[in-house]
């Protein structure tokens, strides 16, 4: 019996986004068009591929089958089309990056602008959000996190110098109050707390202390989920913030923010790009990694080193 591919590949994007609506999104169809293939194919084949709800669609033992059979199939389908384009005289295809909405301002835009411009026909596709995504299943060709908390199977690559921490407070507010000369005195302080996404508890601010850590859980009027609030919020005087340094830099420069407690502040690990180390890199991706990439000299990453977990 003749089988529709087009059939088969809308059954297991929706199989693995476990949505209609966003694997209609991805594959550029209508909803309606997608769920009327799927009925087709299930109607077809004479068994219920999938289980429908009003919050999810998931497979049934059949559907979870045969998108086993023929999933990776099509993944290996659309990864030798993409290495098909070392014959054209200019790399092309699509790379899908999931970060952080900070360093995808902060790093990729201002490294990949260049790439994107020579390169018209390569396309970058990034989803940014705070939690932590899985790159395989959620077929990312790769992710961007801090250096210590990447898996150690996957191929990590700097993209970044190394880190600090900054705490910091406006000088209205060290006008009012003392100026922390610890960071357990940080308890007697107004401080900016921040809710972590993936965890949904409260960062507990770390530093180090003769090459240990120290961790103090703080308090204060105002929390928020994202950084440049927190930024607004120390500028305004309302309390002390602790943030990678970057996202006060030009602040603490012109005088309008105060960093102190920085001996208990040391580098560590920065953002790397991973990917799994199975993945065959096409013309396309092998590029973003070259534009990306930066040389350290430094201690490989998975030696604990201290970071800022979410």
């Given amino acids: 019996m003749k089988r529709n591919l087009n059939d088969l590949l809308y059954f297991v994007t929706v199989a693995r986004e476990g949505s209609f609506t966003r694997a209609a999104a991805h594959l550029g169809v209508t909803q309606p068009a997608?769920?009327?293939?799927?009925?087709?194919?299930?109607?077809?084949?004479?068994?219920?591929?999938?289980?429908?709800?009003?919050?999810?669609?998931?497979?049934?033992?059949?559907?979870?089958?045969?998108?086993?059979?023929?999933?990776?199939?099509?993944?290996?389908?659309e990864a030798e089309l993409e290495l098909l384009t070392e014959l054209r005289d200019k790399p092309a295809g699509t790379v899908r990056i999931t970060c952080g909405p900070d360093v995808l301002r902060t790093t990729l835009l201002p490294k990949l602008t260049p790439l994107l411009r020579e390169y018209p026909d390569i396309h970058i596709e990034f989803d940014a959000n705070h939690g932590f995504r899985d790159i395989v299943a959620d077929r990312f060709d790769a992710g961007?996190?801090?250096?210590?908390?990447?898996?150690?199977?996957?191929?990590?690559?700097?993209?970044?110098?190394?880190?600090?921490?900054?705490?910091v407070a406006s000088p209205d507010y060290f006008a009012r109050y003392p100026i922390p000369q610890t960071p357990h005195e940080l308890t007697q302080h107004c401080c900016i707390n921040q809710r972590m996404v993936r965890s949904g508890g409260l960062y507990v601010w770390d530093f180090d202390q003769d090459g240990g850590d120290l961790n103090v859980r703080v308090s204060g009027q105002l929390t928020f989920n994202t950084t440049e609030h927190i930024v607004y919020a120390a500028l305004a005087g309302l309390g002390i913030a602790f943030l990678p340094e970057e996202e006060f830099g030009s602040h603490i420069e012109a005088g309008r923010l105060v960093r102190v407690l920085e001996p208990w502040c040391q580098p560590f690990p920065?953002?790397?790009?991973?990917?799994?180390?199975?993945?065959?890199?096409?013309?396309?991706?092998?590029?973003?990694?070259?534009?990306?990439?930066?040389?350290?000299?430094?201690?490989?990453?998975?030696?604990?080193q201290k970071g800022r977990k979410a």
């Fill in 34 to 77: 997608l769920s009327q293939a799927i009925s087709a194919l299930e109607e077809r084949m004479q068994i219920r591929l999938l289980t429908r709800t009003t919050r999810s669609v998931s497979p049934t033992t059949a559907g979870e089958r045969l998108l086993q059979a023929i999933g990776n199939r099509f993944d290996e389908i």
């Fill in 144 to 167: 961007v996190r801090l250096g210590d908390t990447i898996d150690k199977d996957m191929i990590a690559i700097p993209i970044g110098p190394e880190l600090r921490m900054a705490a």
């Fill in 270 to 304: 920065g953002y790397y790009l991973y990917y799994p180390s199975r993945k065959q890199p096409s013309p396309a991706f092998s590029l973003v990694v070259d534009a990306l990439r930066v040389q350290r000299k430094r201690k490989p990453v998975n030696q604990g």
